[in-house]
C-alpha cells in the first residue's frame, strides 16, 4: 500500500514537499516514482528512484524536484520548489517491484494546486 501526504495549494514560486509512506513494499527494494496527471491529460512521470539509488527526471522538472528516499522510514519524497502554475495536477506515488518496467503499485494521489 502506497499512502501520498503533502499536497495543497502553493502560490507559484513556492515550495512542498510530498511523501509517500509504503507499508508491504520495501522502497529500497524497489524501483519508486512520482507521476502527475492534469485533467484531461495522460498521466505522466515526473521523477523515479532506483533501487540503486539513481534518479530520473522529467525535463520540464529537472533542476527544481528532488526525489529521494529514507529508508528507515520507508518512505519516499518529492521536494517541489519554484512551483509554477504548470506544475497543477494529482501527483501518485507509484512502485515498481518487478522487473516488468511498469509501476504495480499506486497510491490514492494528492491534489497540488499552483496559483499564479
Known amino acids: 500500500q502506497l499512502v501520498e501526504s503533502g499536497g495543497g495549494l502553493v502560490q507559484a514560486g513556492g515550495s512542498l514537499r510530498l511523501s509517500c509512506a509504503a507499508s508491504?513494499?520495501?522502497?529500497?527494494?524497489?524501483?519508486m516514482a512520482w507521476y502527475r496527471q492534469e485533467p484531461g491529460k495522460q498521466r505522466e512521470l515526473v521523477a523515479y528512484?532506483?533501487?540503486?539509488?539513481?534518479?530520473n527526471y522529467a525535463d520540464s522538472v529537472k533542476g527544481r524536484f528532488t526525489i529521494s528516499r529514507d529508508n528507515t522510514k520507508n518512505t519516499v519524497y518529492l521536494q517541489m520548489n519554484s512551483l509554477k502554475p504548470e506544475d497543477t495536477g494529482v501527483y501518485y506515488c507509484?512502485?515498481?517491484?518487478?522487473?516488468?518496467?511498469?509501476?504495480?503499485?499506486w497510491g490514492q494521489g494528492t491534489q497540488v494546486t499552483v496559483s499564479s
Open positions: 507509484a512502485a515498481r517491484t518487478t522487473v516488468v518496467p511498469t509501476p504495480d503499485y
Open positions: 508491504g513494499i520495501i522502497v529500497r527494494d524497489s524501483g
Open positions: 528512484i532506483s533501487s540503486g539509488g539513481s534518479t
